[in-house]
């Protein structure tokens, strides 16, 4: 396989479940200290308070992935350590950013930046956080801090990580913080992330910086083949993957899906002023994907039967389990999907893409000094094919980041899961780089063609 050149080789994280030094220099408190903080929201009680003290560590963090091959970092700033109360810049908060983007550099290694990636400060949640219209404006004020302190270095920008799980999981089914447990507010909160992401690009976005967003994808497959199979795809695909690209691509909500949520209150309606679509659609570079799984979707007979699916707006429909193989998360492995996804997303624009976050937890353990993840090495493989794959079929794919350099705080299921391609022991902080980030990195050398 060669891949096109140019082509970003890259690892992700993000802050929260990393950085730990929650009240160094500053910072203030995100909500996933808060959440994290009460009683049976997160797995064993668990908290990014320490994580992987990637604000100590980064260089050797940032040296072990340049040591790999890799050339690209995508990781994210934490909004409550540039603004403790989500307003006032903190000068040392912005400095831990201006170290690490000067160490990759240094290391040749490109910085990919995302402003949000869900540690939203307490003090704007405790004013409505993202129900509420004010922190959208709140955020592009942020984003053109962190702009005018890092963009004579960075050119790769991502406003927003996932605005789906951001307000689904966090105000929708609760999962995730703030936890807060209301359909109607999530599709409000969904809104005004959209137009947190849309103003920001649309006032900093301009010659050598690129902007993105990053939607996580979970294409639909229906278990079978009547209309009534084809109507659950179809709103499921809506609501977690169409609500979200349209609008960015310059088409507002897709009206099926406004029509599958409007006996949710119109709140969400409300929300939506004149002008706020054209915002959402401000040009942006290249599309962040986000590729895990598929959802396996079968109609219900009974619309208002209890459902394994998150959204009660999409009444009459169910998720079903995901079948083998399964990472140790319980997700289902199809690299075809990720094929297919690509090649569709192609088809609804001719923005490039980039694989923002991709990658497996499995159990792993250190014998000897290694880890030896040879099922991690496989996903990879299989996934970088099927990247590989679109892009033969025509799909402008220019990077792939796996998720993620280290193992890490893993949101609601604490430090259970791992995903990186470096094992993290998080009692002595010991990084072993996994065989499955060598061989990441083997292909990222061998591919390493000049632009
Ligand atoms: C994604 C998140 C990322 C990580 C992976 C496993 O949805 O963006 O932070 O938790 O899932």
């Known amino acids: ?122 003090a704007l949640e405790d004013a409505g956080g993202w129900p509420e219209r004010d922190t959208a404006s709140r955020f592009a004020d942020y984003a053109a801090v962190v702009h005018a302190a890092l963009g004579d270095r960075v050119r790769q920008w991502t406003t927003v990580n996932e605005p789906f799980c951001a307000a689904f999981l966090g105000y929708g089914s609760g999962v995730h913080a703030p936890g ?67 609008p960015v691509l310059g088409r507002g909500y897709p009206e099926d899906v406004v029509a599958d949520v409007e006996h949710h209150g119109g709140r969400f309606a409300a929300a939506v002023r004149d002008g706020d679509t054209d915002v959402i659609a401000a040009p942006i570079d290249w599309l962040g994907v986000n590729y895990y799984a598929p959802a396996r979707v079968t109609p219900l007979e009974d619309p208002l039967a209890p459902s394994n699916c998150p959204l009660p707006a999409l009444r009459g429909l169910d998720v079903l389990p995901a079948p083998p193989p399964l990472t140790a998360f319980g997700w289902e492995q199809s690299p075809s999907t990720l094929t ?69 705080f893993e949101w609601a299921m604490g430090y259970t899961q791992r995903f990186g391609l470096i094992h993290v022991d998080f009692e002595t902080q010991q990084r072993t780089v996994k065989e499955s980030g060598r061989f990441l990195g083997r292909v990222a050398k061998a591919n390493a063609l000049p632009d």
């Not at 064993?44 to 003290?53: K, L, R, S, Y």
């Not at 900093?204 to 910086?209: K, N, T």
């Open 1 to 122: 396989m060669t891949f096109p050149a140019g082509f970003r080789w890259g690892a992700a994280t993000a802050s929260y479940q990393v950085e730990g030094a929650v009240a160094a220099d500053g910072r203030g408190p995100s909500i996933w200290d808060t959440f994290a903080a009460a009683d049976g929201k997160v797995l064993g009680g668990a908290t990014g308070a320490v994580a992987c003290d990637h604000y100590h560590r980064y260089a050797e963090d940032i040296g072990l992935l340049a040591g790999l091959g890799l050339n690209a970092y995508r990781f994210s700033v934490a909004w409550p350590r540039v603004m403790p109360d989500g307003r006032t810049t903190s000068a040392p908060g912005l400095a831990f950013y201006d170290r690490l983007v000067d160490e990759l550099l240094s290391r040749d290694v490109t910085p990919v930046l995302t402003l949000y990636h869900w540690d939203l400060p307490q």
């Open 180 to 246: 807060v447990q209301d359909h109607d507010t999530a599709l409000v909160a969904a809104h005004h992330l959209l137009l947190a992401h849309g103003l920001a690009t649309r006032a900093l976005a301009g010659p050598g910086h690129e902007f993105s967003l990053a939607l996580n994808f979970a294409p639909a497959i229906p278990d079978g083949s009547s209309p009534a199979h084809a109507e659950a795809a179809r709103k499921f695909d809506g609501i977690h993957n169409r609500f979200f690209l349209d």
């Open 340 to 408: 297919s996804l690509l090649k569709w997303l192609s088809s609804q624009s001719n923005l490039p893409l980039v694989v923002a976050e991709n990658g497996a937890s499995f159990v792993d353990q250190v014998v000897d000094g290694r880890v030896y993840d040879a099922a991690r090495v496989n996903y990879f493989m299989e996934h970088l094919r099927a990247v590989h794959d679109a892009i033969r079929l025509g799909a402008d794919v220019r990077g792939y980041f796996a998720w993620s350099l280290l193992d890490n």
